[in-house]
Structures are given as structure tokens and as C-alpha cells.
């Protein structure tokens, strides 16, 4: 027997019209520097309509790709809205990216249109050269942007359509938005999300066992919206109604403690750095952060004593989760079961990666090829999968990632047996700072071009503030003495500012497994044991 129930696609402009017709007054409060700047959902989504009308008479079309450049404002709320729901493809930007890997992206991609803040038309203009599929360029905002050449102004763009826009039928598998990963090992990839996978998404971001969102809440949306679509928290705000503050550039703790304050948010987002840098600044302010209910954390391993001291500081828990790009990318959160009873249990459980939201499967793969039982002992590499789980990846298949349907995820635990993931190790030596990749691989090959060095090797080392930072072990050549301070300069202006290595150790040989390759563990077990000679430069990892 088959069903009568109506069946319809799943589409971003659903998203998009439940917000203006049932949330209308809900707003979206953008932090300016003279203060800020609110709009409601009907507004932003009236504006979403001019702005796709506009982008149609530049000729964008069904599954051209139009590039975003921005901060957390309104503009990007706006293009994540429309380009999606007129049949183009939103793809948005890391504006962290150093300038060759910002230019491989935008041409892997084939972007048509870039839509860039005023503010980062200098970062952009370093590569537009670079980039021959790039017809068009939108500035959003006041400023001077001849270094781009020909341009258009958003709000003049918008200005000159009329109301209203008839959004498309599409087959709800067809792509709506993509993002890259930050090129970990080599070459960035990208993961294309559909229709569909995004309104699951944010479905399961919206309930109450992940962030639980409401029409009664409003969200401080740190997380970059190029960073894995803001973990999907800019949709799910249009079918929950619940309000956004979008604090674009202004993502210092004092700043944060003065949003939060003025604002009065219930809920947030943001990587560990973030809090620990918010609390930094409240040890010596008096900033009223009663409003906030549930504050959560993800992008990197959120430590004991950072959920303890934003605890006390803050009086609710801070709640982990756990997801990638591939995942869109919510997967897990740390919500203590019902069976945690005291503070010391729930305080466990909020130390795991999480607990993994329905939707999502996860299982963990021994070396051999076998399924380890969930008894929160056995050890081996998660494998997911799920209907906002990627298949692969954007012209690059790259089967190694895949195994029989699920994505294998390059971290390495345990799950037990009521869903909770502990990460322990990654199969990848890669480096995790404030929520931010940063390539072994890539920093190991750029010091190695100092003529004075022989070998190098990177690994990541446990950082207070950062969680994970690089520390650089060279191995000098012949009759060549480089000081650590010489090196940082080699780097400066070959790596982003913010992968400068800090720490510093000169051997005199490398250890190395049977086949030849660096043996990153012999590194991290001497430097966790002290018996390393580390040289520490005063570098600055900001972003």
C-alpha cells in the first residue's frame, strides 16, 4: 500500500517564505561601529528577492556559482537566501584563506559573481588576477574598491528591481550551496550541499537535543558564515523564527561582552578560542551575560577546564559539538544524557565530541576493515553517513575518503553504546588552531625552502589559548646554524600570519619510521615529555 500524503521538494526558498510570512518580525541585527543596524525577516527577505532579480538580469543562471566575501551581515543572510532559491549555487568564501588557496578555490568552483564587504576588497584584490571566471564583482558597503577594477554597488543593484521574485521549482537534490575545506592536505575540496540536505539540516539544528532553537531566542551567529555555513544556523533561524545578531568583524572578547550586554542573546555559537578570549576579557568586567540559556562550542576539542570556568563565570553549561564540512556540518553534541545524575557525570559526557543527532549514523572501523562494537572502549576511525552527509567531493572523487556508503572522517575513538563519541587521535597530522586548519604539510614544505635547512617536520602541541599550535622541528644543513627567528621571517608573507610557528626545536636528525617518513609520534611524545630543547618566538596567531 503507498501513501496519499503530498509530496513537494524540499527547497531554501521553502525556508526562505515560511520566515517572511510566519516570522516576519523576527530581526536580524547587524553590529556596525557606530552601533547597529536591524532589519526584520520580512524586510531581508523582501531585500532577497530584489537581490535575485538583480542577479538575473546580470545573467546569473540554474547552477552558476556566485561567490560571497563577507562578514556575518545582513548582505551575506541575504545572498545565502537568494542565490540558492533562484536555481544558482551560493558558495562561500574563507576570507582566511592565503591568497593562492582563496584563487584555487573561487577557479575549482568557476565562480560567475563575487559578492565582497568593502572592508575586504583589499584581500580580494590580491588575487583577481588569478581568477578569469569571475565576471562580475558586487561591493557591499562604502569604500574605495578600484583595486578591482570595474564593480557594482550592492545597495544601487538592489535599488533598481522591483518587488517581489517568483522562485523556481527545483528537484530538491539539485545543489544549493557549496563550501571548501581548508586544504589540509593539499588542495582544498569541495563539498556541494543540496536543497534537501540543507532544510534536513536545518531541521535537526532547530531541535532541542542539538542547539534548539525558538521564535523566543536570539542568536549570536560568531561562527563564520563561510565557515561550513555558520553550522547551518542562518537557515535554521528562518524556520525557527529566532532572531540574529551578526557581530561581523567585531569578535574580541570586550567587543563580544559589549554585544551580549546591549543585545541581551539567549543562545550562541563559536570555536573554544572564542570563549576562552570572551572570558579573558570578563575577568576584569562587570558585563551582564544573564541573557544567555545554551552556549555551544565546536570547530576543535573543547577542553574540561574551559566548560568548568565558563560555568562559573557565565552560570550555564557549555555544550560541544562535533561535525565537518562533509557532516554541513552538525553530527554530534554533547548533551549529557538523563543517566548523567551529578555534575561530575554531566561534566564527562560535555568533554565528548557528542552524542551523535538523529539523521546521522557514525560507527567505528578498526584497521582490518571491521565494525568495533559501541562499547566506549574500542578504538578505531569513524565512518558517517546521512542524508547531510557528503558522497563526495566537488570534481574530485577521491574514493580513499569513502567506504561502502559511509564517509570515513580521519578521527580516531570510541562510541558507547547510547551514542556518545570520544575522540582521541586524528589519522591525519594535521593542526587544529582556534577552530582553523592548519597543513603540516604545507608549513613543513615552505621552512624547508630556507636554504639553510636540511629537514623539518610539523606537529601539533597542546596551546592554552588556541588548543593546538605548530611546533616546527629542523634539522640544520651542513655548516648552517638558522635561528628560529630567521625562519619566522623566511615565512612571513609565504604562510598566513596566523600559521607563523611560535615554537621552535633544532635536532640534529629527524625520527623517521621504517619506510622513511617523519615519525610525528616519536615528536609529540618527546615534546609531552619534556625532552625536547624548544625556542619560543613571539609571533602573533591572530586572525
Not at 46 to 74: I, K, M, P, Y
Not at 218 to 239: C, D, E, Q, R, S
Not at 246 to 263: A, N, T, V, W
Not at 416 to 441: C, H, L, N, P, Y
Request: hydrophobic content about 40%.
Amino acid at each position: 500500500m503507498r501513501s496519499t500524503m503530498q509530496d513537494g521538494p524540499l527547497l531554501i526558498s521553502g525556508i526562505l517564505r515560511h520566515g517572511q510570512s510566519v516570522f516576519g518580525e523576527s530581526e536580524v541585527v547587524t553590529v556596525e561601529a557606530g552601533g547597529y543596524h536591524t532589519a526584520t525577516f520580512a524586510a531581508v527577505a523582501a531585500r532577497a528577492e530584489r537581490l535575485a532579480s538583480a542577479l538575473a538580469r546580470l545573467g546569473v543562471q540554474r547552477d552558476d556559482r556566485v561567490g560571497t566575501f563577507c562578514w556575518n551581515n545582513q548582505t551575506h543572510l541575504e545572498a545565502y537566501l537568494a542565490v540558492p532559491s533562484m536555481g544558482a549555487i551560493l558558495h562561500t568564501l574563507n576570507i582566511r584563506l592565503f591568497p593562492e588557496q582563496l584563487a584555487y578555490v573561487i577557479d575549482h568552483a568557476q565562480d560567475k559573481v563575487v559578492i565582497v564587504d568593502a572592508p575586504l576588497v583589499p584581500v580580494l584584490a590580491r588575487v583577481i588576477d588569478k581568477v578569469p571566471s569571475v565576471e562580475t564583482i558586487i561591493v557591499s558597503g562604502d569604500g574605495d574598491a578600484s583595486a578591482l577594477g570595474d564593480t557594482l554597488r550592492y545597495e544601487e543593484l538592489l535599488a533598481a528591481e522591483k518587488p517581489g521574485y517568483d522562485w523556481p521549482e527545483m528537484d530538491e537534490k539539485d545543489a544549493a550551496a557549496m563550501c571548501y575545506t581548508s586544504g589540509t592536505t593539499g588542495d582544498p575540496k569541495g563539498v556541494v550541499y543540496s536543497h534537501r540536505s540543507t532544510f534536513l539540516h536545518s531541521m535537526a539544528v532547530t531541535s532541542a537535543s542539538s542547539i534548539g532553537m525558538t521564535e523566543q531566542d536570539k542568536l549570536l551567529a560568531i561562527v563564520p558564515m563561510f565557515h561550513a555555513n555558520a553550522w547551518g544556523t542562518p537557515y535554521a533561524a528562518f524556520l525557527a523564527g529566532t532572531s540574529l545578531v551578526m557581530p561581523q568583524m567585531f569578535l574580541q572578547g570586550e567587543h563580544l561582552l559589549r554585544i551580549i550586554s546591549e543585545q541581551r542573546p539567549t543562545l550562541s555559537c563559536g570555536v573554544p578560542t572564542i570563549w576562552n578570549d570572551l572570558l579573558r576579557a570578563a575577568a576584569s568586567s562587570d558585563a551582564d551575560l544573564s541573557s544567555l540559556r545554551g552556549v555551544t562550542a565546536g570547530g576543535s576539542a573543547v577542553p574540561r577546564a574551559l566548560i568548568e570556568a565558563f560555568e562559573a563565570r557565565v552560570g550555564i553549561p557549555l555544550t560541544q559539538g562535533w561535525g565537518m564540512t562533509e557532516t554541513s556540518p552538525l553530527a554530534a553534541m554533547a548533551v549529557p544524557p538523563r543517566q548523567a545524575a551529578t555534575r561530575e557525570e554531566q561534566l564527562d559526557y560535555r568533554t565528548r565530541a557528542g552524542r551523535v543527532v538523529a539523521g546521522c549514523e557514525v560507527r567505528v572501523m578498526a584497521p582490518d576493515g571491521e565494525t568495533m562494537p559501541n562499547d566506549g572502549r574500542s578504538v578505531g576511525e569513524f565512518e558517517i553517513r546521512g542524508p547531510w552527509v557528503t558522497g563526495s567531493y566537488y570534481k574530485d572523487p577521491d574514493p580513499a575518503r569513502f567506504h561502502d556508503g559511509w564517509l570515513r572522517t580521519g578521527d580516531v575513538g570510541s562510541l558507547d553504546a547510547r551514542g556518545f563519541m570520544q575522540i582521541t587521535d586524528r589519522t591525519k597530522d594535521v593542526i587544529k588552531s582556534g577552530g582553523e586548519w592548519i597543513s603540516s604539510v604545507e608549513l613543513e614544505n615552505e621552512v624547508m625552502a630556507h636554504p639553510s635547512v636540511y629537514e623539518a617536520a610539523v606537529v601539533a602541541v597542546p596551546d592554552s589559548r588556541w588548543q593546538e599550535r605548530p611546533l616546527v622541528a629542523v634539522v640544520p644543513a651542513p655548516g648552517t646554524a638558522p635561528t628560529a627567528d630567521e625562519l619566522v621571517e623566511f615565512l612571513t608573507g609565504r604562510v598566513a600570519r596566523w600559521w607563523l610557528p611560535e615554537r621552535w626545536t633544532f635536532l640534529t636528525e629527524l625520527p623517521k619510521t621504517s619506510v622513511g617518513k617523519f615519525d610525528k609520534k616519536v615528536l609529540r611524545a618527546e615534546h609531552a615529555a619534556g625532552t625536547l630543547d624548544v625556542v619560543e618566538v613571539a609571533v602573533s596567531p591572530e586572525r
